[in-house]
C-alpha cells in the first residue's frame, strides 16, 4: 500500500481518501460511534491534524525565508482570488446569483477554494523548499470566512478577523519555536507525512460518493474556469513575473474539502443558496473528488515535460 502511495502523486492523501470514500460509503454509521474513533477517522478530527501540519509547517520555515514565502504564495493567492471574484461578477451580471444548468453563483465563486493539505502533498513530492514553507499561507484560501467575503464582495457582509487570526497561529507559533529550537524543528519534521494520510481519510469520509455522481456534469462544467483560465494565468505569472517553475500553480488548483461548509454555512442568509444547499453540496463534492484525482496526474505531467524530478522520499 506505501509503495502505492508513493507512485501516485499527491498518493499519500488521495489513496486514504479513495479508501474513505468507498468505506463509508457502504458503512455510513461506522465510524460515527463517538470518542477517540470518530476524533480520528471523521471530519471531526481534521482541524486539528490540519493545526498541527501549520505548526510543524511554521517550525521549519527559516525566519529569513518568511519575506520570500509571503511574497509567492501571497501573489499567487491573490492572482487566483482575483480571477475568482471577477468570474463570479461576470456569472451574476449574465445569469443572477440562480445562475444556469443548475450552477448557482456560489458554485463557481467555491472554485477558489483551494485544497490546501493536496496542496502540501504535492510540493513535498516536487515542490521546493520555498513551496513548502507556503502550506500555511495557501490555507487562506481554504478558509470558510476568507470564501464568504470573496463571495459577497459589495455587499454588506464583514469579514470575521478571527478566521484569519485562527488560520495564522499554528503557523506563527511554529515558526516561533523552530527558529528557537532548531534540533525540535527537525524532530517533528517527518510528522508531516506521517499525518497526510490520517487527513486524507478524514476528509474523504465526509463525501456523499451518490450524491456527488448525479452532479458530475455541473462538477465537470465547474471545473473549465479552473483548469482553463485560473491555472494557466497562474502558471503564466509564476514563471514570468516570480520566475519559478510553475510546480505551485497546479498544486493550488485543485478545490478543497472545505467547499462542502459553504452551502450549510450560508443558507440561513442566502435564499438562492437554501434552496439549492442539496444540489450545491453534491456538485462542490464531485468538483472536489474529481480536482483531487486530476491535478496530481496534470501536475506529473507537467514535471514531466519540464524535466522536474520528484523530491526523494524522506524529504
Do not use: W
Not at 470566512?145 to 470575521?160: A, F, R
Request: glycine share 10%.
Amino acid at each position: 500500500m506505501l509503495k502505492l502511495m508513493r507512485k501516485i502523486p499527491g498518493g499519500m492523501l488521495i489513496v486514504p481518501m479513495i479508501i474513505a470514500m468507498v468505506f463509508t460509503n457502504i458503512f455510513p454509521n461506522a465510524l460515527h460511534i463517538g470518542g477517540m474513533t470518530e476524533a480520528t477517522f471523521t471530519g471531526k478530527g481534521s482541524q486539528a491534524m490540519i493545526g498541527i501540519l501549520c505548526f510543524i509547517s511554521g517550525a521549519n520555515i527559516d525566519i529569513k525565508s518568511v519575506p520570500k514565502v509571503i511574497k509567492k504564495m501571497g501573489s499567487l493567492m491573490l492572482v487566483r482570488a482575483i480571477i475568482g471574484v471577477l468570474l463570479n461578477i461576470i456569472y451574476v451580471k449574465l445569469f443572477g446569483f440562480e445562475g444556469v444548468l443548475g450552477i448557482p453563483a456560489l458554485a463557481v465563486m467555491s472554485t477558489t477554494c483551494i485544497s490546501a493539505a493536496l496542496y502540501l502533498a504535492l510540493t513535498l513530492d516536487y515542490g521546493s523548499d520555498l513551496d513548502i514553507a507556503g502550506f500555511s499561507f495557501a490555507g487562506l484560501l481554504a478558509n470558510p470566512g476568507i470564501m464568504i467575503l470573496l463571495y459577497s464582495l459589495g455587499s454588506e457582509g464583514e469579514l470575521d478577523v478571527m478566521t484569519i487570526v485562527s488560520s495564522l497561529i499554528p503557523l506563527i507559533v511554529g515558526l516561533i519555536v523552530g527558529n528557537l529550537d532548531k534540533e525540535f524543528a527537525s524532530f517533528i519534521h517527518p510528522a508531516t507525512g506521517m499525518l497526510m494520510p490520517f487527513l486524507g481519510f478524514t476528509f474523504g469520509a465526509g463525501i456523499n460518493i451518490l450524491d456527488a455522481l448525479k452532479q458530475s456534469l455541473n462538477g465537470v462544467l465547474l471545473t473549465l474556469p479552473i483548469y482553463f483560465i485560473s491555472l494557466p494565468a497562474m502558471i503564466l505569472f509564476e514563471r514570468k513575473v516570480l520566475k519559478t517553475n510553475g510546480v505551485a500553480s497546479f498544486a493550488l488548483s485543485a478545490v478543497g474539502a472545505i467547499a462542502l461548509s459553504l452551502p450549510q454555512l450560508l443558507q440561513d442568509i442566502d435564499p438562492v443558496v437554501a434552496a439549492n444547499a442539496s444540489a450545491l453540496t453534491s456538485q462542490l463534492a464531485f468538483l472536489t473528488i474529481f480536482t483531487s484525482i486530476l491535478t496530481p496526474i496534470l501536475l506529473s505531467k507537467y514535471c514531466k515535460k519540464m524535466g522536474i524530478e520528484k523530491n526523494k522520499l524522506e524529504r
